[in-house]
């Protein structure tokens, strides 16, 4: 099967060459099943093999490139023998296959594809046409590199984790392929394609740049954005089931403080609360109620210019050295500096960490009978003399305040320990892709937490519901609601809810209830 054989069974594809792309046109590749396609513009193809001829003249009229006919990094004062020129590539790519612990998902993977790809593709890598390609084929038969997510201290790029891709390009090490761990170079064999042979810049375009904690952080985005929406609902159905006062989000209220995600939250909160309780039990709820909206309304406001950084990385030139394909002009720099990226995702761990706080506090005022205004204790829906028997949430509070923890302990900002490296060549570093991955777990838990709450306010909902009749719904909560609950049904019996929260969790994460419609 060729390449265009193997985009026609994917969805529309994303086209790599036209301009800028999106965190959606990565996530589209990502997880929406979809391929990529190079653009068929003649200026682009024109503009990536003029860069890549200017540097063949240039080390053929003895210039000096960085990585070229150099060492790398402290050793770039180190000459290349000219007869050794071709085989430095493949010493780079080797020696960096060092990485540890878990490998990065199907998912996260093909977000680091991409985001390698559309750097190389601004022209100003000095790579040849054919790399490009070799990249498109690894996406579009999901030829997936086996990356290490440890190794990389964001600065000289993501080199070690992206040295996975360059071998899977040239037919080395494991790939993902169908289901199962492979040979590269079996893969490449089954699929007609041919190991990519490195020119002598190419190993060092591949792997010196900021593609893996780019890719990460198109992930996290899109989950605390997700989120964020999620935490607005939640709040309406704790409220609701609390009794709790719609005036709190009233928009009028929160004209008098124009953040814009602040308002945006509490007008989705007050859209889906259907009218005041038939008694408002306390003129004021508690902070995790009525404080909801500011707390969400950060996270929402930082998202803004997060997706700012985040797509001008992602659409950034960030290896070093770069080529001015039309000037013919050589820059040694420090574009793999991951410092944007770094900053964006310590900073969206927080954000995403108060909404675990956030929802983890009003799951605690739900299952207190002192707290939850006649609703049973820990919810539980039994009824009688086995209500002695029956705890209902009293355990899922405990383990989303557990997991609340874990997410708080994990917003120590990773950027503000960068660590001299490399003979102190790289001797102050990003740490971009480690606080990426912090961001992913500290998500990870923060769903966990949305789960066990999802759960519960559908509980207590319901349980208002029969008490006293006094909850009416919107038609979206109500739909929410019926769900939910075919998912996990109303507790009145007590069992592992295990399986329920794990599914919870995983629909969450994959963005599977559309929550507003102008979201």
């Keep these: 099967m060729n390449m265009q054989e193997t985009i026609s069974t994917l969805k529309a594809s994303v086209s790599i060459g036209n301009g800028r792309i999106s965190i959606e046109d990565v996530l589209r590749v990502a997880t929406g099943h979809q391929g990529i396609s190079l653009s068929a513009s003649t200026e682009f193809r024109q503009r990536i093999n003029k ?15 960085y990585g070229v006919n150099t060492g790398y990094g402290d050793s770039c004062t180190v000459s290349v023998p000219t007869a050794l020129i071709n085989e430095l590539p493949l010493h780079l790519t080797r020696y960096h296959g060092c990485g540890m612990g878990e490998h990065l998902d199907d998912e996260a993977t093909l977000a680091v594809l991409v985001c390698r790809l559309n750097s190389l593709a601004q022209g100003y890598s ?43 390009l040239i037919g080395e090490r494991e790939v993902r392929h169908a289901g199962k761990l492979q040979p590269a170079a079996e893969v490449l064999k089954n699929l007609d394609l041919l190991p990519l042979t490195l020119a002598p810049k190419e190993g060092l375009a591949i792997m010196n740049g900021t593609a893996v904690m780019t890719g990460l952080a198109c992930l996290a985005w899109q989950r605390a954005n997700y989120l964020t929406q999620l935490c607005c609902r939640l709040t309406a159905l704790a409220s609701i089931a609390l009794c709790g006062n719609r005036g709190h989000f009233d928009p009028r209220l929160f004209a008098a403080k124009p953040h814009a995600g602040q308002n945006e939250a509490a007008a989705w909160i007050y859209e889906d609360i259907q ?59 420090g574009h793999f500096y991951g410092g944007h990226i770094a900053f964006a995702m310590d900073a969206l761990k ?29 919810l539980s829906g039994s009824s009688g003399e086995r209500a002695s028997i029956n705890h209902g949430f009293k355990a899922v509070q405990i383990g989303a305040s557990a997991w609340t923890a874990e997410a708080l302990k994990l917003t120590m900002p990773a950027s503000v320990f960068s660590r001299s490296t490399e003979c ?14 912090d961001c992913l777990r500290v998500l990870e ?19 208002r519901r029969n008490i006293d ?30 399986a329920e929260l794990r599914t919870m969790a995983g629909l969450i994460r994959n963005g599977h209830w559309k929550m507003y419609d102008h979201a």
């Excluded at 498109?136 to 990356?147: G, M, S």
Aim: charged share 20%; hydrophobic share 45%.
């Design 350 to 378: 927080t954000a995403v960490a108060n909404l675990a706080d956030l929802m983890d506090r009003q799951l605690a005022l739900l299952v207190d009978n002192k707290y939850n205004h006649g609703l049973p204790l820990n």
């Design 424 to 437: 102190h060549n790289q001797d102050k570093v990003s740490m971009g892709t480690i606080a990426a991955r």
């Design 469 to 498: 009749g006094s909850a009416a719904l919107t038609e979206a909560v109500s739909n929410f609601m019926q769900d939910v609950g075919s998912y996990s049904p109303f507790l009145d019996e007590d069992r592992p809810l295990e």
């Design 51 to 65: 860069g890549a001829a200017f540097l063949e003249r240039l080390l053929a009229d003895n210039g000096t490139v």
């Design 126 to 168: 000095g790579v040849r046409w054919e790399l490009l390609e070799q990249l498109a084929a690894l996406i579009n038969h999901r030829i997936l590199p086996n990356i290490p997510a440890e190794g990389s201290v964001g600065a000289s790029g993501d080199l070690t984790p992206l040295s996975y891709v360059a071998a899977a």
């Design 445 to 463: 838990l923060t769903e966990q937490v949305a789960a066990a709450l999802t759960l519960a306010t559908v509980q207590g909902v319901t349980l």
């Design 275 to 333: 009218g005041e309780a038939t008694e408002v039990i306390r003129l004021q709820d508690r902070y995790s109620i009525r404080c909801a909206p500011h707390v969400i309304g950060v996270a929402r406001d930082a998202l803004s210019w997060m997706r700012r950084d985040i797509e001008n990385e992602l659409n950034s030139a960030n290896d070093n050295p770069l080529i001015d394909p039309d000037a013919e002009l050589l820059m040694h720099g």
